[in-house]
């Protein structure tokens, strides 16, 4: 009797992930960029990407993307090398790109630098898709770091798992629900190295703090607390879609956008929908999409302002006041919300 096992090693399980998340249809014939920095995550993905693109017969031709951020001189630019050799091994072309003048101050300049490179040379060589290797520890953390410094619903949902790069590309993140643990146990299976990125290590950046110090003690405390988090997350993201649904709904039935203003009906108790209307988790949700919508500053916004506005729209009573980024509320009595921002405080966003 035969009791092999479907997927024998660690290698085939990390192909299976990837299919289930990604289906081979929609990328194998398509220019697809892999964002690579030579860590054990984006070379695991480079190699399941490459072994299933085969086995599949893939057409669409695969470039390997590098961004060196020179942050650590020789070491950065073994890392560019060890990433074109990885790349010239597995038969494709790599484009790396070395950063020039002072290094980015902190983490979210270092990125946007990387997602700039991405998005201009999948322009160049016109591929629909970057992907990179995030993983389930990256989602942890996201919501660990969302939690403390203070979110809403979006942000328990994690890291989501495409977002739009720039137009025509997409970023995608098919590893999110891989375990890092995974990804190493099938490289070392076929003895394939990778780079080890000594910042990582250290614990100078909130992120790498979270990575290297908080949730190695948190799960020495409570093991397999992080898998915990990742099956809860999954859970909110699923709750979310239903929250999406519901603002949408609450948007389309009150709100009227204009550039640089929104106005809001202030609905009496015999409306169909003040159910939700008094529903505050939906009105900050439709609140968060609609600030973005206008390219308004968000971050500035804290919990209290999100309360204050959904506690306006709950009454017909005459208010006006600033909220952070310029924005100014108000309302006659018994009239709608309005709020504007005016248009010579253009917002970053908009001046690009
Ligand atoms: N220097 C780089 N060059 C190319 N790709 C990179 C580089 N650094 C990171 N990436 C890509 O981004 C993925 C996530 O890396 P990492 O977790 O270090 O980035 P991050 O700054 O946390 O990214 P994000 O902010 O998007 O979560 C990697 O698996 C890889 O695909």
Redesign the pocket.
């Known amino acids: 009797m035969g009791t092999e096992k479907p997927y024998r090693n660690a290698m085939q399980r990390l192909e299976r992930a990837l299919v289930n998340s990604w289906a081979p249809s929609e990328w194998t014939a398509v220019p697809l960029l892999?964002?690579?920095?030579?860590?054990a995550?984006?070379v695991a993905?480079l190699i399941a990407l490459t072994n299933v693109h085969r086995k599949q017969s893939g057409k669409g031709p695969l470039t390997v993307?590098?961004?060196?951020?020179a942050l650590r001189s020789e070491a950065s630019d073994q890392?560019a090398l060890f990433?074109q050799r990885l790349a010239n091994k597995l038969g494709w072309p790599c484009v790396s790109t070395k950063g020039s003048g002072p290094p980015a101050a902190d983490?979210a300049s270092?990125?946007n630098l990387?997602?700039d490179f991405?998005a201009s040379l999948a322009h160049q060589i016109g591929a629909r898709f970057v992907?990179?290797?995030?993983?389930q520890e990256?989602n942890v953390e996201?919501v660990l770091h969302h939690l403390f410094r203070g979110t809403g619903p979006a942000g328990l949902g994690g890291?989501p798992r495409t977002r739009d790069l720039a137009e025509d590309v997409l970023l995608i993140r098919p590893l999110l629900n891989v375990p890092k643990s995974n990804l190493r146990e099938a490289l070392t299976e076929i003895g394939q190295e990778w780079r080890e990125?000594a910042t990582?290590q250290e614990s100078i950046w909130k992120?790498n703090w979270l990575r290297n110090q908080l949730l190695p003690q948190i799960e020495t405390e409570y093991p397999g607390a992080s898998d915990r988090i990742a099956a809860l997350i999954d859970q909110q993201q699923t709750l979310l879609l239903g929250l999406e649904q519901r603002a949408c709904q609450w948007t389309d039935a009150y709100i009227t956008a204009q550039q640089n203003a929104i106005v809001i009906q202030r609905p009496g108790d015999d409306d169909r929908f003040s159910s939700m209307h008094d529903h505050q988790a939906i009105r900050i949700h439709a609140l968060r999409g609609l600030w973005d919508q206008q390219g308004w500053q968000r971050q500035a916004m804290a919990r209290q302002h999100w309360e204050r506005l959904s506690e306006v729209l709950g009454h017909q009573a005459a208010e006006t006041f600033d909220l952070p980024g310029g924005v100014r509320a108000s309302a006659r009595e018994g009239g709608p919300l309005e709020l504007q921002r005016p248009t010579n405080l253009a917002s970053p966003s908009r001046q690009e």
């Open positions: 892999v964002a690579v920095s030579g860590g995550d984006s993905l993307a590098h961004y060196n951020h890392d990433v983490e270092l990125r990387r997602y991405l992907v990179t290797g995030h993983t990256d996201t890291v990125d990582n992120r």
